[in-house]
């Protein structure tokens, strides 16, 4: 009985915490619209200052990197090239980059390579942001802006933040993600926050110029250095760890897209691998979200080069054949293209290829699918066998997976037929799934999808020039900075959007509510929306607290094996219910009605865990 009344207790004082929790995050957001009433310079874009001249490190570097294409340009018989590299020559001849020279991306070719092609005297490719920047300057320093939104590392767990404590060390407890899961910055700083992150690689990578690294922007080894070559006796800094591997690199970077085998396969062609030391590959890479990941170099065509995600989109696998992308009749047209280069200068066995797949230009949709490369769920790292509780190593195929599933479909995914799990719930015991960013997935579908509404019309805002479009901002933000340039345009929700073609044919009292707003009315509709979605999360996390005190309790009090496994199994179906929406970074706004059923879905799994093990402690 004195067992009962002290969880009993626990669980009181964890409700009043997570109320606690609810109130800080909804009062910041009520003070924030109270205190800065809707104005031009809210809808202003959010960027504080890649300055041109501020990082003398990294212009260095872009200098370095424009000498290194320019000083080759003119010079180099692309008909040569062309004669080994045919498919290159396809995509150059078709494309708009076809008057560019070899060299303005490729450097240290030689006569060399051009008599006699071997890895040896393979050229150089100019994977730095500058590359492009030489033409689309505009782009490049866009992209490179750092925005000051919120702070540099935010923890997720925060009072006010996404999964707040006491809950997620919980429910989350011993996976890394436990030692820090900050919230997004730019695109351009990810690679270095990945770097420094406390779990990832136990703090090895410190930032040059201590805290002000988060004003910087660039190559991630003009901000970072490694504390262990400094000191050899480094030990890992406390309380951090090393969850990270080499796949998890490739939605950061693409440094290494030419020495990795397709799904990261070991190859002793391939200098990188899933296998790789992680260190190793990380101090080899520099440049955050190259613009080729989205661009192809030869024909600048939209493209995407992320292999699992073509893998997912390709697969005849039955696990993939009912897989969002698969299943659409509307779904985006991508042409498969196999890269076999390095045959012509090794043809012995294994073979090593790569893919990418161009993407139609006038299919607005294709650019969320670009998004999808990196905004996506996708197993990343070893795990549980659930059918034979073995180790899933790096070397099993599992480790660099995409579903293209939302948070209804991932237990049977997983679970039921790829019979994986990421770790084990260190108080309950259930073996659980840790999420990454489902955002494409969750977007599926939704409302915005249907109405052809790409991530780019609202994350990227178009700059004019003379009433022309001058150019697309790669500053990626949330729309509720640039209100003017997505939500109140004419054909969305802004004035005289009513008359719009977008808007005829739908109910007129429907009409009426949802367009001619203001910034205000923007910001109180999708503030409402994501402190609906975060008020049924943090009712799952209680739920899904009292399910992991009563299977520990239980398990003390003698229930039989049976039901406590039963029990686990409504905590993994729960786990996963709830935890895909601190992975999504949109609160639920990307689709409302999937996080109402998903969260609502994961409460009455946890409830039925616990009135099962309930009425097994009072018989």
């Known amino acids: 009985m004195k067992k009962i009344l002290k969880y009993s207790v626990m669980a009181f004082i964890t409700a009043l915490l997570f109320v606690f929790a609810s109130a800080c995050q909804n009062n910041n957001s009520t003070s924030a619209s109270a205190q800065a009433p809707a104005s031009s310079a809210d809808n202003a874009v959010v960027k504080a200052g890649y300055d041109r001249g501020a990082l003398a490190a990294s212009k260095a570097d872009f200098t370095l990197a424009a000498g290194k294409v320019k000083e080759n340009a003119g010079k180099t018989d692309k008909e040569t090239c ?18 560019l020279d070899c060299s303005n991306c490729h450097f240290d070719i030689t006569t060399e390579h051009t008599e006699a092609p071997s890895p040896a005297n393979r050229p150089k490719v100019n994977m730095n942001w500058e590359a492009c920047g030489q033409c689309h300057d505009n782009q490049m320093h866009s ?10 590392r935010f923890e997720k767990s925060n009072f006010n933040g996404r999964s707040p404590n006491p809950a997620w060390d919980k429910l989350m407890a011993p996976y890394g993600f436990t030692k820090e899961h900050a919230a997004t910055r730019s695109h351009s700083l990810m690679l270095i926050d990945q770097f420094v992150v406390d779990r990832a690689f136990g703090g090895q990578f410190q930032p040059k110029d201590g805290w002000n690294y988060i004003f910087e922007s660039g190559p991630v080894w003009d901000v970072l250095y490694d504390a262990k070559e400094k000191d050899p006796d480094f030990k890992d800094l406390p309380q951090t760890a090393r969850a990270v591997n080499p796949v998890c ?17 070991p190859n002793p062609k391939a200098k990188w691998s899933r296998l790789s030391n992680p260190v190793e590959m990380a101090k080899n890479m520099n440049h955050a979200l190259n613009c080729f990941f989205c661009h192809d ?6 493209r995407i080069v992320r292999d699992a995600l073509i893998e997912a989109i390709s697969s005849d696998a039955p696990y993939a054949k009912n897989n969002l992308y698969q299943q659409d009749a509307n779904k985006v047209k991508a042409e498969i293209r196999v890269i076999d280069t390095r045959s012509m200068m090794d043809d012995t066995e ?27 769920e996708y197993n990343c790292g070893a795990g549980t066998d659930l059918g034979t509780g073995a180790k899933v190593g790096m070397n099993d195929p599992r480790t660099n997976h995409f579903p293209l599933k939302n948070a209804l479909a991932l237990y049977d995914h997983y ?14 015991g259930a073996m659980l799934w840790k999420g990454q960013h489902p955002e494409y997935e969750t977007y599926y579908n939704s409302v915005h999808d249907k109405a052809g509404i790409s991530c780019v019309q609202c994350h ?30 004419s054909d969305c929700h802004g004035t005289g959007a009513d008359k719009h073609a977008n808007w005829q044919g739908k109910d007129a009292e429907y009409v009426k509510v949802s367009t001619n707003w203001t910034a205000e009315d923007a910001k109180y509709s999708i503030d409402s929306i994501k402190t609906y979605t975060t008020g049924k999360m943090r009712k799952a996390e209680f739920w899904l607290a009292q399910l992991i005190d009563t299977i520990a309790l239980a398990e003390r009090l003698g229930v039989d094996k049976a039901t406590l496994d039963a029990a686990r199994t409504q905590h993994s179906k729960a786990h996963i219910l709830w935890e895909y929406w601190t992975a999504e970074n949109s609160d639920g706004f990307h689709n409302p009605e999937l996080a109402r059923e998903s969260l609502t879905q ?8 616990y009135d099962m093990l309930d009425a097994a402690m009072k018989k």
């Open 143 to 152: 992209f490179l802006d750092v925005g000051k939104h919120r702070p540099a």
């Open 350 to 376: 294994p073979k090593m290829i790569r893919k990418i797949a161009i993407l139609p230009k006038d299919d607005p949709r294709r650019q969320s699918l670009q998004c999808a490369q990196c905004h996506v």
């Open 602 to 609: 994961s409460i009455n799994e946890s409830m039925k865990g």
């Open 460 to 489: 990227m805002e178009t700059v004019e020039k003379g009433g022309k479009l001058d150019y697309t901002s790669h500053f990626v933000q949330s729309p509720r900075y640039i209100l003017n340039a997505t939500c109140l345009t």
């Open 297 to 302: 170099p030869h024909s600048a065509e939209p």
């Open 82 to 99: 062309f004669s080994c590299h045919t498919g290159v020559s396809e995509l150059h001849n078709r494309g708009l980059h076809k008057d």
């Open 415 to 428: 679970f039921v037929n790829l019979k994986f799990a990421d770790f084990k719930n260190k108080f309950s």
């Open 249 to 265: 690199m490739n939605c950061k970077t693409m440094d290494h897209m030419l020495d990795w085998a397709y799904l990261g396969e």
